[in-house]
């Protein structure tokens, strides 16, 4: 390591201790692994693509252009704010800032894929270029209830319903829909670097209490095959990569060689029309250089991890079942890019896999092999500085959760025993549980 | 550029209107953490309101701005003066029509709005030194207080110096030290300083990386860049200069707004007390217009105001075309042959160190091809009017054109005056 770069992480070093403040960044850091210019360089390219605003084309900001015809949000960060969570707002009427709602209807593509929708695709993209109608609004009513710990503190849980508002190319009959808040991004080229075996392993290993856990196959459009899935909720994405370029197609309507076409549905007369700039509008250099970034980004060190009550914490949550599917600890294989990625032993406390999970968390919208009610183990590294990074964020997949506790409380399907072992407990040894889940 | 079909913005416009009750399309050039604050913000105050967001780059803004209909803009707020100044020539704000007491007109020698009130600034960027305190002591240089200090030997190739050709903001840092020192001197300097600094292509966010990863010791920036990595923990500092200047965001109207009620309201609630105080949000971190709102903000809080009285701020904001001018000569003359810039200066302070008087080199690679006086001739400046100051290529337009001719004169006259300084170096041996 070069004198500069001994600097960098000295200096990043010292953010990563200190006062409150300093947090605000902790998903924002490279991995130490970064080693010499060029390789920061990269990095910092990649960072500077998350963040930029992407601009309707034509225009002479010729690296940024190609915004729409149907977009949500102008840049990632707007979703997955200071690299972590999005928000679900709270109020009916106020719009979606960094969610989406996924749209298809019943069956599923030659690959086993969703089935969109055939006039609104896959996604609802709110916003248009002008010239491009948005598509409309989505809005979550929420429906309040109440359960009782076994000690009888009193937790009230919100769910979501979607309603849709303004649509602008006819009705949304017989849809399935499933609302998502932006997920942290940090740590995923690490994520990336399991091996599908790894994971095949993780799958059959037998387990208590009637979880299972399975592997989503899902088809890479790079290599034209199905493969293991990792990434996005239900694991329906191959790689960063394919990930990354559809968040790009998807969300901002930005095409790459793997989604070459605008997001247009044929029924969207104005937006196949619309002005479009050279194409595509991300080349390989750049898509690589957002996944340099986002494979590199290190998950935040855990914190007073020693301190007695966090390791009874850390007890209670073996005991209580968490870890059979919140694994603690993994060794990654080899990273198909970046070697430095390769046989790290991480705490990402996620199995990658899918789990049914129950009937309330259920979105039915199957996603390969995902059913309705399965979603991938969401990871819990750097949980607790979440609400440091994001305050008012929420938890799980759309957000409704605003307290770890009523996150814990929605588990069912599988997770069910564990909760319940969670709801028995008294409350001076969930505060212990809580306390290991915040130095995360 | 190819333009818009008219038809299908007043078919945009139309259906959004439909859908919501008046979308206020705000153009604007803020990054994401800016535009979502002051959005929300805004809805929430004014429910009956839905703001449309359409981005555009300050060099980027102007032709969208010039189409028919505006390109259906109401309302356009970015730190980019010169574009407001250019578009109020073109009659294309209306009056801002909202009540400004409480805002002064001007802050030190920056005027803050103009004369008609078409157009009023936002908020405040202070321009200076960003600097890592353990960098600095390693090299056992005080920390720069002002600008020659910047020519320390010890901070050679120790200072990250924006590209006026593409980072928005780095033409006024050459404008302010031109006024302050006047042109010979200030060109001296900046030669010199070209020629021991890194050149950063990429906006501010980086020279605050270079600075505090220690890539640099010392880099030139602008205070929010610095103060949001300050508040992230990141080790470094910021100087505001003894000879400072400051960077308005203006907000306006424009003169063919479809909505200009809720255009006002817009515009009313950035000026407002609580629209300002949304500045000091740590991400944000800009220096309000309305001078009521700092008793508000945390004692540490840069108070403009204040240090205007102390006569920091004495620079006046040139015209657009003045910017364009300064930073073409920069990048023309010492930005485009950087690398050989930066070798013959490095001879030059080995053969001084060595005792040796350079001034007959140093002249060679200080004066500016043109004149102070000749640079205010309204001939050449009319040349740069259509020339955008930043973020274009820094290749001369064209040889066919009076201002392509003149870039690729200034080139010329710098190989040849480099080619001097060379010769003199190596008839003495150095």
């Not at chain 1, 200071?82 to 009427?93: F, I, K, M, V, W």
């Not at chain 1, 479009?276 to 935040?300: I, K, V």
């Not at chain 1, 007073?304 to 968490?322: H, M, N, V």
């Not at chain 2, 200030?186 to 270079?210: I, K, P, Q, T, Y």
């Amino acid at each position: 390591m070069n004198t500069r770069c001994a600097l960098l992480v000295l200096g990043l070093l010292l953010s990563a201790g200190g006062h409150a403040e300093v947090q605000r960044e902790a998903f924002a850091q490279p991995l130490p692994a970064l080693a010499s210019d060029a390789q920061l360089d990269q990095f910092f390219k990649g960072r500077g693509l998350f963040r930029q605003a992407w601009v309707i084309a034509p225009s002479a900001d010729e690296s940024a252009q190609g915004l729409g015809p149907l977009y949500n949000r102008i840049t990632c960060i707007a979703c997955h704010p200071r690299n972590g969570r999005g928000q679900a707002p709270g109020d009916s009427e106020a719009p979606m800032r960094s969610m989406l709602v996924r749209l298809s209807v019943p069956g599923t593509d030659a690959h086993g894929g969703v089935l969109p929708h055939p006039v609104y695709g896959d996604q609802l993209n709110e916003n248009g270029i002008p010239g491009v109608p948005g598509e409309g609004r989505a809005h979550l009513d929420w429906q309040y209830s109440e359960v009782t710990l076994d000690d009888g503190q009193r937790v009230e849980l919100r769910e979501p319903r979607i309603r849709f508002s303004e649509l602008a190319y006819g009705a949304l009959n017989d849809v399935q829909t499933s609302a998502r808040v932006g997920s942290a991004v940090f740590g995923l080229g690490l994520l990336e670097a399991v091996d599908a075996q790894t994971l095949q392993q993780l799958a059959s290993a037998p387990k208590a209490d009637g979880v299972a856990g399975r592997v989503n196959w899902v088809w890479s459009v790079e290599r034209q095959r199905l493969e293991v899935g990792r990434f996005g909720l239900k694991a329906n994405q191959p790689d960063l990569p394919q990930q990354i370029a559809s968040a790009l197609h998807g969300d901002l309507g930005i095409t790459t060689a793997l989604y070459p076409q605008q997001n247009c549905t044929p029924a969207q007369i104005e937006c196949q029309q619309a002005e479009r700039g050279p194409q595509p509008e991300l080349d390989a250099q750049r898509l690589s250089a957002l996944h340099f970034y986002l494979a590199h980004l290190a998950a935040p060190p855990r914190r007073k991890r020693d301190a007695a009550p966090i390791k009874q914490g850390e007890q209670l949550f073996s005991e209580l079942g968490c870890g059979q599917c919140h694994i603690p600890r993994l060794t990654t294989g080899q990273h198909p890019n970046y070697p430095a990625l390769s046989r790290q032993p991480i705490e990402p406390y996620t199995d990658l896999l899918l789990h049914d999970m129950g009937a309330g968390l259920a979105d039915h919208r199957p996603d390969y092999l995902a059913s309705g009610r399965e979603w991938r183990t969401a990871p819990l590294w750097g949980l607790g500085l979440s609400e440091v990074i994001t305050p008012g964020a929420g938890y799980l997949h759309d957000g409704r959760a605003r307290t770890v506790t009523e996150a814990i409380l929605w588990h069912d399907g599988e997770a069910r025993p564990a909760r319940e072992r969670f709801s028995a407990l008294p409350a001076a040894q969930r505060e212990l549980l809580m306390g290991f889940l915040r130095s995360l | 550029m190819r333009r818009f079909k008219p038809w299908l913005l007043a078919l945009w416009s139309m259906s959004a209107l439909a859908a919501s009750g008046e979308p206020v399309v705000v153009m604007t050039s803020y990054p994401e953490e800016v535009m979502s604050r002051f959005e929300e913000a805004f809805s929430e105050a004014h429910p009956q309101w839905r703001v449309q967001i359409l981005w555009r780059q300050g060099y980027d803004a102007l032709p969208w701005l010039r189409q028919p209909e505006q390109g259906g803009v109401d309302v356009y707020w970015a730190p980019s003066p010169g574009n407001f100044e250019r578009l109020a020539a073109e009659n294309a704000w209306q009056p801002l029509g909202v009540d400004l007491r409480g805002l002064p007109a001007r802050i030190g020698a920056t005027p803050l709005r103009d004369a008609q009130a078409r157009y009023q600034a936002t908020e405040l960027a202070g321009y200076g030194f960003a600097s890592n305190p353990q960098r600095l002591l390693q090299l056992g240089a005080p920390t720069p207080k002002d600008w020659p200090d910047l020519l320390d030997p010890r901070l050679r190739e120790h200072i990250a110096l924006p590209d006026p050709a593409r980072v928005g903001y780095a033409p006024v840092l050459l404008d302010i030290v031109l006024q302050a020192y006047g042109w010979e001197r200030g060109w001296a300097l900046w030669s010199e300083l070209a020629g021991r600094a890194r050149l950063v292509s990429r906006g501010g966010s980086l020279v605050s990386d270079e600075v505090a990863s220690g890539r640099s010791a010392l880099g030139l920036s602008i205070d929010f860049f610095v103060a949001s990595a300050i508040s992230n923990g990141q080790p470094v500092r910021f100087t505001y200069p003894v000879h400072g200047g400051l960077n308005p965001a203006h907000i306006a109207i424009s003169a063919a707004s479809k909505h200009p009620d809720g255009a006002r309201a817009f515009v009313r609630f950035v000026l407002s007390e609580a629209g300002q105080r949304l500045l000091a949000d740590p991400e944000i971190r800009k220096l309000p217009v309305r001078p009521d709102v700092y008793r508000s903000l945390p004692a540490h809080y840069p108070n403009s105001f204040r240090s205007a009285q102390r006569g920091t701020f004495a620079y006046h904001n040139s015209s657009a075309e003045r910017l364009a001018l300064v930073t073409s000569l920069f990048v023309q003359w010492l930005g485009q042959p950087h690398e050989r810039l930066n070798a013959l200066w490095q001879r030059i302070h080995a053969g001084e160190a060595a005792g040796h008087d350079l001034s007959a080199v140093r002249a060679c690679l200080s004066e500016p091809p043109v004149s102070a006086s000749a640079a205010e001739a309204p001939a050449l400046l009319a040349l740069f009017a259509a020339r955008p100051s930043a973020g274009m290529d820094s290749v001369p337009t064209s040889e066919q054109e009076p201002l392509g001719q003149q870039e690729i004169a200034w080139q010329f006259y710098s190989a040849q005056r480099q080619a001097e300084a060379q010769r003199l170096l190596e008839a003495m041996g150095l």
